[in-house]
Antibody, heavy 118, light 107 residues
């Protein structure tokens, strides 16, 4: 069974970098696409970007200058780094697998709540 | 970005039929997908590409639509269907976008 698990600090100071890791079991990240989605207080959800089976990346243009998604295939993990965070980056962060050819999300991690505060 | 508009909330009784709508600001072909999210849980895929039932999802859930107007239908509704339902489009990317969610209450 495919399982994803996010890990990382729950509290980040403004202007610092947010770093999260998604550990995947039951499936290789060298197949499919793998992404990060966040849900803000109040329900708004935002697709942040993805890393492909080959290691190529695509980012939401609204984040393009601050975001980086990388991977470690030896650990079957992929990572999110978001720089220069503000309180507006406070959200629950999910990692997920893109299913099929139609770019929906068929497997999700449980999510990690990240608060940006001094 | 493609904006997806959903009604904020609906309330229905068990056994009834409920239709949850999602309207896109521009055409998305049939690349619309639906998720269910219960409090404290991650979203769960229900329907992909407008009308295809995801694995393990009960046949009480169905989807329809193309272009800009889409509907998720649940019939018959059960008490366990209390959740927030999100639509997501993947035709106009980047970025993929989500609707704001419809909170379904079972009376």
């Amino acid at each position: 069974e495919v399982q994803l698990q996010e890990s990382g600090p729950g509290l980040v100071k403004p202007s610092q970098s947010l770093s999260l890791t998604c550990s995947v079991t039951g499936y290789s990240i060298t197949s499919n696409y793998w992404g990060w989605i966040r849900k803000f207080p109040g329900n708004k959800m935002e697709c942040m970007g993805y890393i492909s089976y080959s290691g190529s990346t695509s980012y939401n243009p609204s984040l393009k200058s601050r975001i980086s998604i990388t991977r470690d295939t030896s650990k079957n993990q992929f990572c999110l780094q978001l720089n220069s965070v503000t309180s507006e980056d406070t959200a629950t962060y999910y990692c997920a697998r893109y299913g099929g050819n139609y770019f929906y999300f068929d497997y999700w991690g449980q999510g990690v709540m990240v608060t940006v505060s001094s | 970005d493609t904006v997806l508009t959903q009604s904020p909330a609906l309330a229905v009784s068990p056994g009834e039929r409920v239709s949850i709508s999602c309207r896109a600001s521009e055409g998305v072909n049939s690349y619309m997908h639906w998720y269910q999210q219960k409090p404290g849980q991650q979203p769960k895929l229900l329907i992909y590409k407008a009308s295809n039932l995801a694995s393990g999802v009960p046949a009480r859930f169905s989807g329809s639509g193309s272009g800009t107007d889409f509907t998720l239908t649940i019939y018959p509704v059960e008490a366990d269907d209390t959740a927030t339902y999100f639509c997501q489009q993947s035709w106009n990317d980047p970025p993929l976008t989500f609707g704001s969610g419809t909170k379904l209450e079972i009376k």
